[in-house]
């Protein structure tokens, strides 16, 4: 009889152990999530062979430019700086386009031209901003020149009242009150030195208040930026200086 019951208990033991042991295989796994949440959710259902979809998201980076900058007696120190933006289309912005570098037409140079005007004499092309000093034998040195801007332009003929070395600049009354209106104060005077806008040397033409200068701006040779004054670059104005003397006719057109 014992034997019996111990046969009986050690029989259910074993048929326990193997439903449990089923249990195991025919129960659903658990969800299993897609590892980025933006990514559907994905349920495993028919034992393990769904597997979980990962998207990739589409990252737009710039590695920084490393720019090595020397500090004197230190070791050199990266410097990360963000990729420069690039500049907006005159087009769009409005914006009238200043060069950053001189183009090769508006540096000095000998060329052919014919005129009326006696050598010494200088004439003006405001449009294609050319400044011709006439010489002889059908020749002229020719300079690039800043004009005035749309507004200030103006034509005529004059002749070079004086002359100036690092001219002081006293700007004119309507000059200070129109800049005034737009937020920027000029000085009522100037000392002449690098930073004074009518540069190296000026040409005073006649009674007016039109010169022909320097410029510690040389960006701006070739645009009508000016408010009718003809400028040069420091080392054009130097060397146009030297060559024309007191009552030379300017001719402007």
């Known amino acids: 009889m014992m034997k019996s019951v111990l046969l009986a208990a050690a029989l259910l033991g074993v048929l326990s152990t193997a439903a449990l042991g089923d249990d195991r295989y025919v129960s ?3 969800v299993v999530l897609s590892p980025d949440l933006a990514a559907p959710w994905i349920m495993q259902l028919n034992g393990g062979n769904v597997r979980p979809v990962v998207y990739q998201r589409p990252v737009a980076y710039q590695r920084p430019v490393v720019v ?3 500090r004197g007696l230190f070791a050199p120190r990266a410097v990360r700086r963000a990729p420069a933006a690039q ?3 005159a087009a769009t912005s409005g914006i009238p386009v200043i060069r950053s570098q001189l183009q090769p037409q508006f540096l000095p140079q000998i060329v052919d031209y014919q005129t009326k005007e006696a050598p010494g004499n200088i004439v003006i092309d405001t ?5 011709y ?3 002889t034998d059908g020749k002229a040195r020719r300079y690039g020149v800043g004009v005035g801007k749309p507004g200030f332009e103006w ?3 004059q002749k070079v009242s004086r002359k100036a070395e690092w ?3 006293t700007p004119p009354s309507d000059m200070i009150s129109r800049e005034a209106a737009k937020g920027r104060y000029l000085p009522a005077r100037m000392d002449g030195g690098p930073e004074n806008p009518l540069g190296a040397r000026a040409m005073y033409l006649g009674s007016t208040l039109y010169r022909i200068h320097g410029t510690n701006a040389p960006w701006t040779i070739g645009v009508a930026v000016s408010s009718g004054c003809i400028r040069l670059r420091n080392e054009d104005i130097v060397d146009l200086y030297e060559r024309v003397k007191v009552g030379a006719r300017v001719v402007v057109m």
């Open 155 to 157: 034509a005529g003929v």
């Open 133 to 135: 000093l006439v010489m």
């Open 28 to 30: 659903r796994p658990p």
């Open 167 to 169: 001219p002081n600049w």
């Open 87 to 89: 500049p907006a289309s």
């Open 68 to 70: 090595q900058q020397p």
């Open 127 to 131: 449009n294609n901003r050319f400044l």
